[in-house]
């Protein structure tokens, strides 16, 4: 079945940019979804890239696309304190929304 | 952005009994609602895909007598946890598509703990 692997953690200092990483097998992924969820909280949707894109902006948030290598990367400049959560990385195929989760980055941001 | 509304947002209940948790789509219809689960510093995992109007379809290894599904109208899908016990202590969340945007519409969560 499809499989969505996220690395597990990530630490940067504040100001610093982070780079959370995300590889899916589905080929068929239609739509690749990037959402936060802070603790004991449900998902914050952040950011969406349709396949076809390499590159989505979006104030300080960058998606980044390998269609290729089934590769996904969320780029947060100059990050905050408030940005500790947890992102995952989700995938959908065309005409459903059912969605495929990664397995979720820790982020902690260090003052 | 279209709201999803889900209630309750936490519930403690007692091993053996049943627990419902309603997902309402409050501005839009949905002919489709989805029902994730989240074991504790785990991902969200697929549970079922819950039809207006028809039985939901279950992902594999879920219990479709154990979890109850029921989308009787265009805005509200339920989850009843039957015969709860501890092991199905877990965040609950669900998803619902009006079928015209790019992204399914997220609740609240719920946190159910069985003791």
């Known amino acids: 079945g499809e499989d969505v692997e996220q690395s597990l953690f990530l630490s940067v200092r504040e100001g610093d940019s982070s780079v959370i990483n995300c590889t899916y097998t589905?080929?068929?992924?239609?739509?690749l979804y990037w959402y936060k969820q802070e603790p004991g909280a449900g998902l914050q949707l952040l950011t969406y890239?349709?396949?076809?894109?390499d590159m989505k902006q979006d104030q300080r948030l960058t998606v980044l696309l390998n269609k290729k290598d089934k590769h996904l990367s969320l780029r947060i400049a100059d990050t905050q304190t408030g940005d500790s959560a947890i992102y995952f990385c989700a995938e959908s195929s065309s005409g459903t929304y059912k969605y495929i989760f990664g397995t979720g980055t820790r982020l902690k941001v260090l003052a | 952005g279209a709201v999803v509304s889900q209630h309750p947002s936490r519930v403690i209940c007692k091993s053996g009994t049943s627990v419902k948790i309603e997902c309402r789509s409050l501005d839009f219809q949905a002919t489709t609602m989805f029902w994730y689960r989240q074991f504790p510093k785990q991902s969200l995992m697929l549970m079922a895909t819950s039809n207006e109007g028809s039985k939901a379809t279950y992902e594999q290894g879920v219990e479709k007598d154990k979890f109850l599904i029921n989308h009787a109208s265009l805005t509200l899908s339920t989850l009843t946890v039957t015969s709860a016990h501890p092991e199905d202590s877990s965040f609950y969340i669900c998803?619902?598509?009006?079928?015209?945007?790019?992204?399914?519409?997220f609740g609240q969560g719920t946190r159910l703990t069985v003791v």
């Open positions: 589905d080929s068929s992924s239609t739509y």
């Open positions: 998803s619902a598509d009006s079928g015209l945007n790019t992204e399914a519409f």
């Open positions: 890239i349709f396949s076809n894109m």
